[in-house]
Nanobody
Framework: QVQLVESGGGLVQAGGSLRLSCAAS????????MGWFRQAPGKEREFVGG????????YYADSVKGRFTISRDNAKNTVYLQMNSLKPEDTAVYYC?????????????????WGQGTQVTVSS
């Protein structure tokens, strides 16, 4: 069983930055690929990006490519989502998720564990 806890959400103006963190309880954190997803009101949950278990590969949705960066510190059992140049359309609840494989799939059904989510609101 893996527990995930996100933090770092909040209210920011358009053009600003936020960094989300996701702390995991996994004993072998590096064996889990990690994904970030988001869900805006009235919309389906969507893939934001992911990182492989060893941290060498990252993968982003086109909507955030060049603005968001995912990294991980396996010694701290933590994955990060650095969000720059935020837009109002980035407003959503952001979730981190873990899957026991090396590749971060974009399909949410591949993930075994989810955090509770953290709200990000970008004002115009």
């Amino acid at each position: 069983q893996v527990q995930l806890v996100e933090s770092g959400g909040g209210l920011v103006q358009a053009g600003g930055s936020l960094r989300l963190s996701c702390a995991a309880s996994a004993r072998t954190f590096s064996t889990y690929a990690m994904g970030w997803f988001r869900q805006a009101p009235g919309k389906e949950r969507e893939f934001v990006g992911g990182i492989s278990g060893n941290g060498r590969s990252t993968y982003y949705a086109d909507s955030v490519k060049g603005r968001f960066t995912i990294s991980r510190d396996n010694a701290k059992n933590t994955v990060y989502l650095q969000m720059n140049s935020l837009k109002p359309e980035d407003t959503a609840v952001y979730y981190c998720a873990a899957e026991e494989s090396n590749w971060p799939y974009s399909d949410s059904r591949a993930y075994d564990y989810w955090g509770q989510g953290t709200q990000v609101t970008v004002s115009s």
